[in-house]
T-cell receptor, first 114, second 114 residues
Framework: AQSVAQPEDQVNVAEGNPLTVKCTYS??????LFWYVQYPNRGLQFLLKYITGDNLVKGSYGFEAEFNKSQTSFHLKKPSALVSDSALYFC????????????FGGGTRLMVKP | DSGVTQTPKHLITATGQRVTLRCSPRSGDLSVYWYQQSLDQGLQFLIQ???????AKGNILERFSAQQFPDLHSELNLSSLELGDSALYFC?????????????FGDGTRLSIL
């Protein structure tokens, strides 16, 4: 079975500073990894994915993520945080079975303060 | 706007009752997924359909059932409702049942059991 861990319930960062939201995963085969963001009273919004190729993946709204196979990590990053980035962030790994089922981490709340 | 439509947005009912949640996928998407989001369980995959057929099943209770219709919309039926079924239920869709496309989420149906 696959699993995802987001070790921080909350990350606080000042506006303009770089941000990192951590994610580690466990899968039996090759991982397909995703980051989603959830704003209050809304569904999850796709940010970026890693399937294969370059370890640094660029996504929406200036976010990027770094895949590290040896550390089984897929941390989300942004060079300069905005107050509007404050939201709940979910890391997910795709199941290698017949479907496209996603297993999600517990989520990390990002608070960007002005 | 993800293009995935869920109705109703809110549902309040009593224990023992039965409800139906509806989802219309993005135009062109053939696969539909249902997820449950609750404070204690986090985001959990329930079930996936592709072109009308069940594709994968997750932690879905026997009291719950779903189907996908010929026009590709899907319904999630929850019966003999218990207090613990109170949660946010999300529908997501993707073009194909597996592969590398991200899933696109609706804004959810908030179910409250009194």
């Amino acid at each position: 079975a696959q699993s995802v861990a987001q070790p921080e319930d909350q990350v606080n960062v000042a506006e303009g500073n770089p941000l990192t939201v951590k994610c580690t995963y466990s899968v039996s085969g090759n991982p397909y990894l995703f980051w989603y963001v959830q704003y209050p009273n809304r569904g999850l919004q796709f940010l970026l994915k890693y399937i294969t190729g370059d370890n640094l993946v660029k996504g929406s709204y200036g976010f990027e993520a770094e895949f590290n196979k040896s550390q089984t990590s897929f941390h989300l990053k942004k060079p300069s945080a905005l107050v509007s980035d404050s939201a709940l962030y979910f890391c997910a790994v795709r199941d290698g079975g017949a479907g496209n089922m996603l297993t999600f981490g517990g989520g990390t709340r990002l608070m960007v303060k002005p | 706007d993800s293009g995935v439509t869920q109705t109703p947005k809110h549902l309040i009912t009593a224990t023992g009752q039965r409800v139906t949640l509806r989802c219309s996928p993005r135009s062109g998407d053939l696969s539909v997924y249902w997820y449950q989001q609750s404070l204690d369980q986090g985001l959990q995959f329930l079930i996936q359909y592709y072109n009308g057929e069940e594709r994968a099943k997750g932690n879905i209770l026997e009291r719950f059932s779903a189907q996908q219709f010929p026009d590709l919309h899907s319904e999630l039926n929850l019966s003999s409702l218990e207090l613990g079924d109170s949660a946010l239920y999300f529908c997501a869709s993707s073009a194909l049942p597996d592969g590398n496309q991200p899933q696109h989420f609706g804004d959810g149906t908030r179910l409250s059991i009194l």
